[in-house]
């Protein structure tokens, strides 16, 4: 067989919230970077992670959810989606299997039939429908947009997600190698410790509140042995109500946060790590630009 050329290129993830986008891309890059959970707006800057193999290198941007912006934050997240459409070489659309295209599909395939890229569709979660159900769920999609390709997988399951690596080659550009094999994501490691403390937040707490939080890690420092990594984070909520919620009956709930972090913290850094976790109140960040700017969200 011929040497094939290396290709290489950037391919934006892009749906609705919660169809499954973060698993998709943890998945195919084999580490967990981007965070899950089963609550919308959970990824909130573009992360980006490399995937490489003799084929070529793939750079995924896990761009925020496409939706309609209730807050300055969410608008920022909308824009930075819209943006990522027009600088990549694949757009990878995920969608859930249904056989009804609601209005927040509707909007996604307006945005994206202005946009000159090709479009992959990705019906996720096949894992929860019968196998002969995918045929009608593609016929309910396919005459949306004129896509490059239809492919259905299961991202949870592992299902068939070797056959989108391979669609996406298809489409990729002959290009160099951007990041060293064994990079898997442009992140700081001080950004990818508060998404994991957010994660935790995320699953543990009340639906009215994880919205309202964001993570700052004031200090993470190695100690001279090596062995041991100190932290210091502190959470930001809105309200004096949300901080009881966080903090929880004695301690309880902050606690249980710190020691999922501090487990998933330890596997990513393949070290120990010694946690401790403040909260403070910030009423209304998410409406405020220099703080949305200083939490991270940056309109690069």
């Known amino acids: 067989m011929e040497n094939q050329a290396y290709k290489s ?11 499954g986008k973060s698993t998709l891309m943890n998945l195919l890059i084999g580490q967990k970077i981007a965070i899950t959970s089963n609550k919308p707006q959970t990824t909130r800057n573009r992360i980006q992670t490399v995937y490489t193999e003799e084929r070529g290198q793939i750079i995924f941007l896990d761009t925020p959810g496409i939706h309609k912006a209730k807050n300055k934050l969410g608008e920022f997240m909308v824009n930075v989606a819209e943006r990522t459409l027009n600088e990549v070489d694949v757009v990878l659309w995920l969608v859930e299997p249904t056989n009804y295209v609601g209005a927040g599909e509707q909007m996604i395939a307006e945005k994206l039939k202005k946009c000159g890229t090709p479009v992959v569709l990705v019906i996720n979660k096949i894992d929860t429908v019968k196998k002969e159900e995918i045929l009608q769920f593609i016929t309910t999609y396919k005459d949306l947009l004129d896509f490059a390709e239809i492919v259905p997988v299961s991202a949870l399951k592992a299902e068939n997600t070797d056959s989108l690596v391979d669609v ?32 935790k937040a995320l699953r543990l707490l009340k639906d009215e509140i994880p919205h309202g939080i964001a993570i700052e890690i004031d200090r993470m420092k190695d100690r001279p042995s090596g062995d041991i990594t100190d932290i210091e984070a502190t959470i ?12 929880g009956k004695q301690g309880s709930m902050l606690k249980k946060i710190g020691t999922q972090a501090r487990v998933s913290m330890e596997n990513l850094l393949d070290r120990k790590v010694n946690l401790k976790i403040w909260v403070k109140i910030r009423k209304d960040w998410r409406d405020n630009d220099v703080m949305i700017k200083n939490f991270g969200y940056r309109d690069e």
């Open 236 to 247: 930001i909520c809105e309200r004096d109500s949300h901080k009881g919620i966080i903090i």
């Open 9 to 19: 290129g950037f391919v934006a993830l892009i749906g609705r919230p919660n169809v």
């Open 168 to 199: 996406i080659f298809q489409y990729l550009p002959e290009g160099p190698m951007y990041y060293d094999e064994d990079t898997v994501t442009d992140q700081p490691e001080r950004q990818i410790v508060a998404e994991i403390i957010r994660e």
